[in-house]
């Protein structure tokens, strides 16, 4: 069975601060392990991914998310957010065996100017 | 490249009548997937195409929802009769190949009122 938890419903930051929008996960085999976003009115965007290797995964639009495999977390951050980051986001999990990603119930990141 | 197109992109009914949402996946996209999203909730998979064969339908509410991929294209996600919680956004999202690694490619979706 796999299953992934965000545990913050929205996150504020100020502009040109760092933000991280936190994941964990579980997974009985190995995780592969997704981040999207999803701006308003728009599907979802594929950001990111971890499959195997470094730890730190680098993506779009200046993203990057840290796998932690003791913690099972895969936590995404950035180091300056922008006003334009302000969206859903949303940590998506599959194990080994399975061909279908479970997703996260999504956390709202507000920037705030 | 042209990404994955769903239409229509808002429709509202009332409870008891029928729906049928379109989705054209990406070119040479072999695998097809809906997903429902309501409101404040992550998407749940309802259906997954590998070409015009069904994978997993197993949370597919089967009494009322029905979807088909005849020439392992275009694909129709299709309710009847609707209920007030169907009201979401349906979400098509194709992937290149049935692997675990690969990423979802998903359309701007279809929104559901049920009244």
């Known amino acids: 069975a796999q299953s992934v938890a965000q545990p913050e419903d929205q996150v504020n930051v100020a502009e040109g601060n760092p933000l991280t929008v936190k994941c964990t996960y579980s997974v009985s085999g190995n995780p592969y392990l997704f981040w999207y976003v999803q701006y308003p009115n728009r599907g979802l965007q594929f950001l990111l991914k971890y499959i195997t290797g470094d730890n730190l995964v680098k993506g779009s639009y200046g993203f990057e998310a840290e796998f932690n495999k003791s913690q099972t977390s895969f936590h995404l951050k950035k180091p300056s957010a922008l006003v334009s980051d302000s969206a859903l986001y949303f940590c998506?999990?599959?194990?080994?065996?399975?061909?279908?990603?479970?997703f996260g119930r999504g956390t709202s990141l507000i920037v705030h100017p | 490249e042209a990404g994955v197109a769903q239409s229509p992109r808002y429709k509202i009914i009332e409870k008891r009548q029928s729906v049928a949402f379109w989705c054209n996946p990406i070119s040479g996209h072999a695998t097809l997937y809906w997903y429902q999203q309501i409101l404040g909730q992550g998407p749940k998979l309802l259906i997954q195409?590998?070409?015009?064969?069904?994978?997993?339908d197993s949370q597919l509410p089967k009494d009322r929802f029905s979807a088909e991929r005849l020439k392992g294209v275009d694909s129709t996600l299709k309710i009847q009769p609707a209920k007030l919680e169907d009201s979401a956004v349906y979400l098509c999202?194709?992937?290149?190949?049935?692997?675990?690694?690969?990423?979802?490619?998903f359309g701007e979706g279809s929104r559901l009122t049920v009244l």
């Open positions: 998506a999990v599959r194990d080994g065996g399975s061909y279908i990603p479970t």
């Open positions: 195409f590998q070409n015009n064969g069904v994978v997993d």
């Open positions: 999202a194709s992937s290149l190949e049935r692997q675990p690694t690969g990423e979802l490619f």
